[in-house]
């Protein structure tokens, strides 16, 4: 074997050794996470949205008020930030959201939601002590939205559209409540 292939085959060695204890010390890519990515999609003809969260569990915990306190803004999720992706023109609740990405964060209350979608993009929901990356200056809206108590209990924190009634929603719902967001497509100008 010439020199140009050993060496080369050195290289590829550590390259392959050194990505490998990168994903395995760093971003433990080979263990399931605690709370799971997921991403949620709803396609009509031309619209398209989509939601990308992480999903934690109950796990026999204090959900509301106590896990996720109340009147605090909380990351809506576990780990990186919420993100909703629209690629049409929106009114919600009254108010105009235009088409683009945005974080989601929201504030639990005992009987109603406040939900912000903010322009800012943050790579984690948290930083380093555990606090909210939120900054309320890139707030694109701002909305209250009833909860609604469930009879069953949701384990897994669930994001979900639902257009069962051709009046399209964006649901969050987890423990023994649920919100429901109303999305209006609006019509493209020529």
């Known amino acids: 074997m010439n020199t140009f292939l050993k060496r080369l085959l050195v290289i ?19 263990s399931s996470r ?15 949205l989509e939601v990308f969260y992480n999903r934690p569990s109950k796990k026999d915990r204090d959900i509301f008020g106590a896990l996720v306190p109340y009147d605090k803004v909380w990351r809506t999720g576990a780990n ?25 964060w929201t504030v639990p209350k005992d009987s109603a ?13 948290v930083d380093e002590e555990m606090q ?11 909305i209250d939205v009833p909860i609604e108590k469930l009879n069953t209990t949701v384990e897994q924190f669930t994001i979900s559209f639902d257009n069962s009634t051709d009046d399209l929603k ?3 719902a987890w ?13 493209d100008q020529n």
């Open 12 to 30: 590829l060695s550590i390259a392959t050794l050194v990505l490998f204890l990168y994903s395995y010390f760093v971003e433990n890519i080979f």
């Open 34 to 48: 605690v709370s799971p990515k997921d991403t949620v999609e709803f396609k009509l003809n031309d619209l398209k």
């Open 80 to 104: 990186e930030a919420t993100t909703f992706e629209t690629n049409k023109n929106l009114m919600i609740k009254g108010i105009y959201l235009p088409k683009g990405k945005y974080t989601l």
């Open 113 to 125: 939601w406040n939900v912000m979608f903010n322009t800012k993009q943050y790579a984690w929901g």
């Open 132 to 142: 909210v990356m939120w900054d309320p200056n890139h707030d694109q809206l701002e």
């Open 170 to 172: 964006l649901t969050m």
């Open 175 to 187: 423990d023994n409540t649920k919100i429901a967001v109303p999305l209006k497509v609006l019509k």
